[in-house]
């Protein structure tokens, strides 16, 4: 099966500012893709790459195995990170008519709203003017829109952005439902800890540049176990031992970073001689501090 | 094409339903209809009943005068009271009853040796009857005295004093026709502001809705399944059928109303006396088409460049502008239709409609003007749409600072 996306060394530049230099990605049908960075990243210049707002400068953009074609919009869903939708009108409107646009008939437009509605608990709304309603709402009706035309690839930029987190993880829930029916879906955000529990595969982007890309794991795997996290009561003379080379303390709580080829296990005996432990786990390190991590390398070469 | 009429369906749907529809279509021709009623009623609006007196110390003349005014202010239901020969403590008492509002006039002919002087008093400076038509009855009371001194019938009298009514005749396809000059163009009037009002309102009203779409990020959404090309046409082609339809819709209600019985017991004549033909009413669609699309295009490109609806204040001047020239220039297209710089003026894509249309309810303008017009205006909206919409496609996607010139100059060459 070929790529659902492929950017071949892409690039684009506004004015005289470089927002994506020389970007290659592929997503693979099946995939939850996150593409990460901080703001400004060109996280959102590439993604609009992908949807033909914008053209590459330099390099190609290939949907489904073939090169960029406004035809292949047709299986996009696309959910821009500001939230667009026509304020005045009825929110059944607004989503039949998203829907024609992608091809739909209005009949086929109208059911699935219906459904998609009454699976995101929304359609006592549906009657109302957009603009009558919360962001939430707002950003329910953006997701449904993005979906209606049941897209072979769907771009989130930001997606969870402003929501709350009963709806967030309505809203997940659902995009992991749709990763396991064969979709790739692809979503930006500055949120670290989102795209680790979401994300099968991962790029992370800094002034425009990949820095950092691949599976979840592999990428996580580079980093080595050298973070342990105890949670005790009693003594903390422990803390002084060889092995950790910095921590930080909290009320029962510690996050310690052992020294280069430290031994844990020494560790975790002299903690249990001077207090009780609760939890005593050699984590690996979260994705933010691996980003911090390699941005600060970055920014030092 | 599919994308673009889709578009268009909803612009037009949203904009039917909504009040703001409704209200103009109801009431922009109410206000035009007031504006030009008022001019014609406040005569005969002006106020109830008049009650004035005539005073003087020549009691036939005063009697001539009552005469004379009544015959006159037929229209303003007034009641003329004569008081001659007066003394002078009475026509002193005449001030304080026009003060305390028993009296709402009083005119006073003092008949000297060879001269008459004459004065007229009342609370405000204005006049029901105008100061003209009080002249002209003083004038015709004197006649008339001086004629029975010299031992004219009243018969003989009136004959002479019939006033003269002057007929109009304009050629028109080479037969000379009655026309009311101050009727005939009446119509042109009501025409010409319409259409003003209508290619501003909804050329201002394309910029609005494409800044609206701006702020509120549909763009994003639209352009990740529409092209720029078709979103603008889409827009152009729903707002246009609007507009359109609202004309339709006052047209229908002026044919009604021109129909209804009421109009005929008012007895204003067909609406062919007020210069609305067949023809001019589809030349009045036609340069409303034309001059929406040439303007709305203008506005849809000029309205990508700013992020804020107020900003486009800033360029609506360049819409209203060169149709106010038209306006302003009225009464001399009307009186010289076919002066060259009037001629060049209508052809000018710019100010055709406004131009062409003053100019065709004072004379059959040439065909080949007529169609030379059509030609320059085709041309010159495929112009403007080029240019708009490579501006729009670039300028929808752009926030914050305004663009410059050469930066939009720069944006033309995109691909």
């Known amino acids: 099966m070929p790529p659902v996306v492929e950017l071949d060394h892409v690039s684009k530049a506004y004015e005289q500012k470089a927002a994506v230099r020389d970007l290659n990605l592929r997503i693979e049908p099946g995939t939850m893709f996150g593409l990460l960075g901080p703001n400004g990243a060109g996280k959102t210049s590439s993604i609009r790459m992908m949807v033909g707002i914008t053209i590459p400068d330099s390099g190609a953009v290939s949907l489904f195995g073939r090169p960029f074609a406004r035809e292949s919009l047709k299986k996009v869903g696309y959910l821009p990170e500001e939230r667009g939708l026509y304020r005045k009108m009825k929110v059944m409107d607004q989503l039949v008519f998203m829907g024609q646009l992608h091809g739909l008939t209005a009949e086929v437009a109208g059911k699935r709203s219906r459904a998609w509605c009454e699976r995101l608990k929304i359609l006592d709304a549906a009657q109302n003017k957009t603009e009558e309603l919360s962001k939430g709402m707002q950003q329910k009706i953006q997701f449904i829109v993005t979906l209606l035309h049941e897209p072979e690839l769907i771009i989130m930029d930001e997606p969870f952005a402003g929501l709350d987190p009963v709806n967030a993880t309505l809203l997940q829930e659902t995009l992991v439902d749709l990763k396991k029916s064969g979709r790739a879906i692809l979503f930006s955000t500055h949120r670290m800890d989102q795209a680790e529990k979401l994300c099968d595969e991962i790029c992370l982007m800094h002034r425009g540049e990949a820095v950092l890309g691949g599976r979840m794991r592999e990428v996580k795997s580079r980093y080595k176990r050298n973070r342990v996290v105890i949670d005790f009561e009693g003594e903390d003379g422990f803390l002084s031992h060889e092995a950790i080379a910095g921590y930080r303390q909290y009320p029962g709580h510690v996050e310690i970073t052992l020294k280069e080829h430290a031994d844990a296990q020494a560790l975790l005996r002299a903690a249990e001689g001077q207090a009780r432990i609760y939890r005593f786990e050699l984590v690996e390190p979260s994705l933010e501090e691996i980003f911090i991590q390699t941005v600060g390398e970055k920014v030092d070469a | 094409m599919h994308e673009a009429l889709l578009i268009a369906r909803r612009e037009y749907v949203e904009r039917i339903r909504s009040r703001a529809f409704r209200i103009s279509t109801v009431l922009i021709p109410l206000a035009f209809a007031f504006i030009f009623g008022i001019g014609a009623l406040s005569g005969k609006l002006a106020g109830g009943p008049k009650h004035i007196v005539v005073a003087s110390n020549d009691a036939v003349l005063a009697e001539s005068e009552r005469a004379e005014l009544m015959g006159v202010g037929k229209g303003a239901r007034l009641s003329v009271d004569v008081r001659a020969p007066i003394t002078e403590p009475e026509l002193a008492t005449l001030n304080a009853d026009v003060e305390s509002k028993r009296l709402d006039a009083y005119l006073w002919l003092e008949v000297r040796p060879r001269q008459l002087e004459a004065t007229y008093t009342s609370r405000g400076s204005a006049d029901f009857l105008g100061k003209d038509r ?47 000059a101050s009727k005939g163009f009446l119509g042109a009037y009501l025409m010409t502001f319409m259409l003003y009002f209508a290619v501003v309102f909804y050329g201002v009203n394309v910029a609005h809705s494409v800044v609206s779409e701006k702020t509120s990020r549909v763009f ?12 603008m046409l889409g827009k152009l082609l729903g707002v246009g059928a609007v507009g359109l339809t609202q004309i339709a819709v006052w047209i229908l209600f002026i044919l009604l109303l021109s129909s209804s019985a009421l109009w005929t017991t008012l007895g204003l004549g067909g609406l062919a006396a007020y210069g609305i033909t067949p023809l001019r009413l589809i030349f009045f669609v036609l340069y409303f088409l034309l001059g929406f699309f040439f303007y709305s295009s203008l506005s849809t490109g000029l309205g990508a460049t700013v992020s804020q609806e107020s900003e486009v204040q800033q360029f609506s001047m360049l819409i209203v502008l060169p149709q106010v020239i038209g306006l302003m220039l009225t009464v001399y297209i009307l009186s010289n239709p076919a002066a060259w710089p009037v001629v060049l003026l209508s052809l000018f894509p710019p100010c055709t409609p406004i131009v062409m249309c003053l100019r065709m309810a004072a004379m059959p303008v040439p065909a080949w003007q007529l169609a030379l017009s059509l030609v320059l205006m085709v041309l010159s909206i495929y112009g403007m749409a080029l240019v708009a919409s490579r501006i729009y496609r670039v300028g929808i996607l752009m926030y914050g600072k305004r663009p410059t010139l050469p930066e939009m100059l720069r944006w033309l060459r995109y691909s």
Do not use: C, F, W, Y
């Open chain 2, 134 to 180: 009080m002249q002209d009855s003083i004038g015709h009371a004197l006649v008339r005295e001086e004629l029975m001194k010299r031992g004219a019938t009243s018969e003989e009298i009136k004959d002479l004093l019939t006033d003269v009514e002057l007929k109009t005749l304009k050629v028109s396809n080479g037969k000379a026709v009655t026309a009311d």
């Open chain 2, 220 to 231: 994003e959404v639209l352009l990740a399944s529409v092209r720029p090309e078709s979103l």
